[in-house]
C-alpha cells in the first residue's frame, strides 16, 4: 500500500509540471506573432522545466537514501564542521539572491564560513561524527536550502555545530514562515507540503524533510524541529561523537 501511494504521488508530481509544459508550449504556438507573449510563457516554461528538473533530482536523492537501508553505509570519521561548510556552500548563491545572510557558530561562537578564514582555528571545534559525508551533506544542505525558501529576504539563516554529553549536533535555525502545530509531525513524511500554493511557487518538492530523514536515522542519528507560525524553525540533526582516533575524511566541497 505504501509503494502504491508512493507512485501515485510521484506520477501526480510529474503530471503537473509535464502538463503545463505542454500547454504552455502550445500558447506560445498560438502566440507567435506577439513578442510580449512570447517572452512571458517562454519564462513560464522555464520555471515548469526547473520544477519537473529539481523533482526528478529529489526523487534519484531519495532512492539512493532508501537503498542505502538495511545495508552498510560508507560511515567514516568526518568533521561535523566541514559538513556545515559544503552545506552553506551549496547553497550561498540562493542565498545571496535572496539577500539573507548564513551564519556559522560553534558552540555558541561565531566561525568563517569558509575554511580558509579560520586557519587559526582550535581542533576542537571539528567536532568530529562517524557518518557517510555524501549522505550528511545532503541532509544538511536541505535544511539550508528550506530555510532559504521559506524565510523573508534580508533575514537571517543560522548553522549551529556543537557537543554535548557525547552528541554532535548540527542545527538550522530561520526567522521565516515558520510551522503549524499540527503539522509539525508530518513535516518529513514524502511530499507533504505546510502551504502547498507557497511550495508551488519557491519550486518545493515535499521531498527534501524526507530525504534528510532517511540520510540522518541511516546514519545512526535523529532529527528533530521545533517551530512556531510567524516566528521561524528550528532543525536539529543529532549523531554520537566519534572516538578521538584516525585521521578525518575530506568533505566534498569544503
Known amino acids: 500500500a505504501v509503494r502504491r501511494d508512493f507512485v501515485t504521488n510521484v506520477s501526480h508530481e510529474l503530471k503537473t509540471p509535464a502538463g503545463a509544459i505542454s500547454l504552455l508550449a502550445e500558447t506560445v504556438t498560438d502566440a507567435a506573432d506577439d513578442p510580449d507573449a512570447v517572452r512571458y510563457f517562454s519564462g513560464r516554461i522555464s520555471k515548469e522545466s526547473a520544477r ?20 552498510v553505509i560508507d560511515a567514516k570519521r568526518i568533521s561535523a564542521l566541514a559538513v556545515a561548510r559544503a552545506a552553506i556552500n551549496d547553497n550561498q548563491v540562493q542565498a545571496d539572491a535572496r539577500y539573507i545572510d548564513i551564519r556559522l557558530n560553534v558552540n555558541g561562537k ?3 564560513i569558509s575554511a580558509g578564514e579560520g586557519d587559526d582555528e582550535p581542533s576542537e571545534t571539528e567536532l568530529m561524527i562517524m557518518a557517510d559525508a555524501d549522505a550528511m551533506q545532503t541532509a544538511v544542505k ?12 534580508h533575514t537571517t539563516v543560522a548553522v549551529g555545530v556543537g557537543e554535548r554529553d557525547g552528541k554532535v549536533t548540527i542545527r538550522v535555525v530561520d526567522q521565516g514562515i515558520g510551522i503549524p502545530e499540527k503539522s509539525l509531525d ?11 500554493a507557497r511550495s508551488r511557487e519557491t519550486g518545493g518538492s515535499g521531498l527534501g524533510l524526507a530525504i ?25 540533526i543529532e549523531l554520537p561523537a566519534a572516538p578521538a ?10
Do not use: M
Open 186 to 196: 508530518r513535516v518529513f513524511e514524502r511530499f507533504y507540503r505546510v502551504d502547498p
Open 212 to 236: 534528510t530523514k532517511h540520510c540522518v536515522q541511516e546514519n545512526g542519528g535523529r532529527i528533530s524541529v521545533w517551530s512556531r507560525k510567524g516566528e521561524g524553525s528550528t532543525f536539529t
Open 245 to 254: 582516533d584516525e585521521e578525518p575524511t575530506a568533505v566534498q566541497g569544503v
Open 52 to 71: 519537473l528538473t529539481e523533482l526528478v533530482r529529489r526523487l534519484i536523492d531519495l532512492q539512493k537514501a532508501q537503498s542505502s537501508e538495511g545495508s
Open 110 to 112: 561565531p566561525v568563517p
Open 142 to 153: 536541505n535544511l539550508v536550502e528550506n530555510a532559504i525558501h521559506y524565510s523573508p529576504e
